[in-house]
């Protein structure tokens, strides 16, 4: 009886080790951890796409986050302002958290109004949205990237 009662309990050891695992690889699937490229904008009505917004020939967007912190930068060659920010970042539940430590000066007038960006966010293996919600929980921007790293 003994040697049936440690079978079965190393057997279940077993089992919720390899389910742990494959959750944290599922996990680590889905994770903002990395570098990401702006791909384009969406803007909506009524909660659905209404329109797309590609970036402009030499417009690049990067985002990259690691362990709580997040650094992103902007060049726009048709905008002669600055635009990055550094800060950390927090998963809660289904959204995106940031707040920016130091940032250009351009961002700074933001960050001086916005303590912290919350973003509903959806992810996958390759792509996340960052999606902006009105006042009341709408979605009316977002911003959708690619992992390039």
Known sequence: MKKISLIVCGILVAVICISASADHKLNSLHSLEGVWEL???????NNEVQDTLYNLDGYRQVKMYSRGKVMWSRFNPVDSDEWFGYGTYNLNGEYLEEQLEYASNSMM????????????????DHYYSQINLDSDGNRYV???YKRIE
Do not use: A, G, M
Request: aromatic share 16%; charged share 25%; no cysteine.
């Open 39 to 45: 791909q384009h904008q969406f803007i909506y009505e």
């Open 109 to 124: 007038k933001i960050v001086d109004t916005v303590q912290v960006f919350r973003f509903l966010l959806e992810i996958d």
């Open 142 to 144: 977002s911003e959708n």
